[in-house]
């Protein structure tokens, strides 16, 4: 069963999104050579503390902080610790989340540490970027889920290659619906399977996690043995972007964005909806 949102509990998912959004501005800004990831959760922890919100990750299946650091090969769902220092050309992905009043916000971006970063790198991440918000724009009424893993893996394969030969679009992870809880049905893929059908119809209430994950190679991973950190197969480095986005009748709204969306999707040509914070 997906979940359908009333205005009123969009309403609400937009203030845990715009703690998401603050978490975000603060931690790019602490993401410099020589902070460690522990660093970053410790100024997440205060964002949230701040906003009178609580962390949707701390404990989340035992998971142990309120951000994921994901840093170069690392996909996804990194642990801070004290031992992991940023150094000068690193990439980091910084995954977080809030709740307010039991309503979830979740969303990720790709941040670059001090200077230096290769092309293929700064490439990776805009290609990441800019397929995330090609699937937002495909979020629209009477489309099928199917269209917004379409519009996602489109975007990639239509990108110039890589020196390394290619991106690969992670398969063991992908987007979901999002609510009163963090994770929820439906769950998406950030590429087209025959075996998964079309999807769901997107209607008013519907609400997703938009989340390609890409690397500079391979599609496949593996878990650590912390059981939480997943890495390429082949040692790549990725890229991780998500927004919550929420879908009404008047058109999108972007959760997670301050703007709701607005300045990105008129390059696609949508409009988003009012924002319900006004």
């Known amino acids: 069963m997906v979940q359908l949102k009333t205005p009123e509990q969009i309403a609400k998912m937009r203030e845990a999104g715009l703690v998401v959004a603050a978490i975000h501005a603060a931690t790019r800004e602490a993401a410099v050579p020589g902070a460690t990831t522990r660093d970053l959760d410790m100024v997440a922890r205060k964002v949230i503390a701040d906003a009178g919100a609580k962390s949707n990750f701390l404990g989340y299946g035992g998971f142990p902080a309120t951000i994921c650091t994901s840093v170069n090969e690392v996909v996804v769902h990194g642990i801070p610790d004290d031992k992991t220092v940023l150094k000068d050309g690193d990439i980091i992905s910084i995954d977080a989340g809030a709740i307010v009043d039991g309503w979830h916000g979740d969303a990720a971006y790709t941040a670059f540490v001090g200077t230096g970063h290769a092309p293929e790198l700064i490439e990776l991440s805009r290609v990441t970027e800019e397929s995330m918000w090609a699937g937002i724009a495909a979020m629209k009424l009477g489309n099928r889920l199917v269209d917004i893993s379409k519009a996602i893996e489109g975007y990639i394969r239509r990108q110039p290659r890589p020196a390394t030969g290619k991106y690969g679009i992670i398969e063991d992870y992908g987007g979901h619906g999002i609510g009163s809880e963090m994770h929820m049905d439906p769950h998406l893929l950030n590429y087209v399977s025959r075996k998964r059908g079309k999807g769901i119809k997107l209607v008013p209430g519907v609400c997703l996690a938009i989340e390609p994950m890409v690397s500079l190679g391979t599609a496949h991973t593996e878990v650590l043995a912390d059981d939480w950190t997943v890495i390429t197969t082949d040692g790549t480095w990725s890229s991780h972007w998500e927004h919550s986005i929420a879908l009404t009748a008047e058109g999108p709204i972007v959760l ?23």
């Open 256 to 278: 997670t964005s301050p703007d709701c969306g607005k300045a990105k999707l008129a390059q696609y040509g949508v409009t988003t909806a009012p924002d319900p914070l006004g």
